[in-house]
C-alpha cells in the first residue's frame, strides 16, 4: 500500500487517486495523468464531518472559499478575483413556456471573466503556484483561456494560450489583454491541446488543459457545494449542464457524493444529471446511447457554442459513468436552433444565457416534451458563462435610423 501524505499541513486531502485504475499518487507534489487518464483528490471526509459544523459554514463570506476544507488548498496562498456564489435565480417566464413549476438557473455568468471557468482557473493556478510552477499553458475554445490568462497574470505567472482560430473573438482578446501570449491554430481545440502536450518538455510549462491536471474538479465542485446548501441541502430532481470536457459535471456529481458521505445532505436524493451538447458535436450523446464508457472522437465539430464544441474529453468515462449512477442521460439539441433559444431565454428572463446554455434551453424542451421531466420535478439549469462574451451569436444586424430624416414613428408601432 502506498504512502497517503496530506498536501499541506492543514489541508483534509489524503491522496490522489487514478479514475481509471485506482493507483494511488502523493498528494503533495505536483501531478497530471496517469496512463492518460485523469485523477481524484481523495479526502478524509471523517475528519471533516469532526472538525466543520455545516451550519456554522453558511455564516462565512459569500466566496467560493468559504468551502476550503473540501478542497485542497490548506495553507496555500489563494489566487483570487473574488469568486463570489453565483446566485440561484428562479426563472418563473421560462418554466411556464416548458409547462414546469419549479425551474432554476444558476447563473455563473456573474463570476470572474464572465464563466464558471474562474472556479477551475483559481484553484489549478493556487496549486500550480503552490508547487512553484512559474509558466503555465492552456488549449481553449472559449472561455478556459480568458479565465487562465486573468489568474496567471494575478498569479505572476506566464501563460501560453492556444485557440481554435475561430473562437469568439472576445475570448481571444480577453487572454491577449491579460497578458497571456495567445496563438490562432487553424485547427480544433484537440489540435491545441496536441501543441500544449507536445512542447512540455522544450518549453518547460505545466499543461492546464481540462482534467490534465488533478484541482480544476475540484474548483468546479464548488457549483455543486454551492447549489446544495442554496437548496437547504436537499438536492433538485434535475440537472442541466452543457457538456464539453465534462469538468463541471463531474466536479457536481464528486460534490454530491462527498456531502452524501459527510451527512451534510438532508436525504439520499440524487439529481439525474443531464449532460447537453449540440448536434453540432455530440460524441458523448453518442457513447451514452450506444452504451459505451468510453466516446469516439466527433469529426467536423461545429456549433455556435464554443465551450461544447470539445471532439474529445480525456474525462468521457468520468462524464458517462456520472450520468449513468445519477439515473441521468445525455442528449444533442438541434445547432440551428441554439440562437433560437439563447434569444428566448434572455428575452424572458433578463438572464444573460450564453449558447451553451441556451442549448440546455433546448433540452428542456425537448425532455418536458417526451415527459422526461415531469412538470412538478425541480430543475436546475446551468447558466456557465455571459451572453455578451458572444458577439458571434448576434442574429441579424439592427434596424438603421437615418438622423438627418424625420422619424417614421409607425416604424417603431409595427416591430
Ligand atoms: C467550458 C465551458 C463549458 C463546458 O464545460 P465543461 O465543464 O468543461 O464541460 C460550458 N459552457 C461554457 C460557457 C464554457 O466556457
Known sequence: MSPLVS????????????????????ADELQTLHEGRPLWVKYDLQQIRE?????????????????????????AEIVSLGERMSPLLPAPQLAKRFGLEDLWVKDESQLPTGSFKSRGMALAITMARRFGVERVA?????????????????????????????TPMINQYE??????????????????????????????????????????????????LELAEQCDWSLPDVILYPTGGGTGLIGMWKAFQELLE??????????????????????????????????????????????????????DFMILDAIRE?????????????????????????????????????ALEQLTEAGWIGSDERVVLFNTG??????????????????????????FLNR
Not at 7 to 26: C, K
Not at 54 to 73: I, N
Request: aromatic content about 8%; charged content about 20%; proline content about 5%.
Open 175 to 224: 487572454a491577449l489583454l491579460a497578458g497571456a501570449k495567445t496563438f490562432q491554430v487553424n485547427g480544433l481545440i484537440n489540435d491545441c491541446g496536441k501543441i500544449v502536450r507536445d512542447g512540455k518538455a522544450s518549453m518547460g510549462w505545466f499543461d492546464l488543459s481540462t482534467l490534465k491536471e488533478p484541482y480544476r474538479i475540484e474548483g468546479k465542485k464548488t457549483m455543486g
Open 326 to 362: 445519477s439515473g441521468g442521460m445525455a442528449t444533442a439539441v438541434e445547432e440551428a436552433r441554439i440562437r433560437e433559444w439563447m434569444k428566448l431565454a434572455v428575452s424572458l428572463e433578463g438572464i444573460p444565457i450564453c449558447p451553451e446554455a441556451a442549448a440546455c434551453v433546448g
Open 262 to 315: 459527510l451527512g451534510w445532505l438532508n436525504n439520499s436524493h440524487m439529481p439525474r444529471m443531464v449532460a447537453v451538447q449540440s448536434s453540432g458535436c455530440d460524441p458523448m450523446v453518442r457513447a451514452f446511447s450506444s452504451g459505451e464508457r468510453f466516446a469516439e472522437l466527433c469529426r467536423d465539430a461545429q456549433t455556435v457554442a464554443s465551450g461544447i464544441r470539445v471532439p474529445a474529453a480525456v474525462g
Open 51 to 75: 472538525s466543520v459544523d455545516r451550519d456554522r459554514l453558511t455564516k462565512r463570506p459569500e466566496t467560493m472559499w468559504r468551502y476550503h476544507e473540501l478542497l485542497p488548498v490548506g495553507d
Open 7 to 26: 498536501a499541506t499541513p492543514s489541508s483534509f486531502v489524503t491522496h490522489l487517486e487514478s479514475a481509471i485504475d485506482g493507483t494511488v499518487f502523493a
Open 138 to 166: 492552456v488549449p481553449s475554445a472559449g472561455n478556459a483561456g480568458g479565465a487562465a490568462a486573468a489568474y496567471a497574470a494575478r498569479a505572476g505567472m506566464e501563460c501560453f494560450v492556444f485557440m481554435p482560430h475561430d
Open 386 to 411: 455571459a451572453a455578451q462574451k458572444y458577439a458571434e451569436a448576434i442574429e441579424s444586424p439592427l434596424p438603421q435610423i437615418d438622423c438627418l430624416k424625420e422619424v417614421d414613428w409607425d416604424q
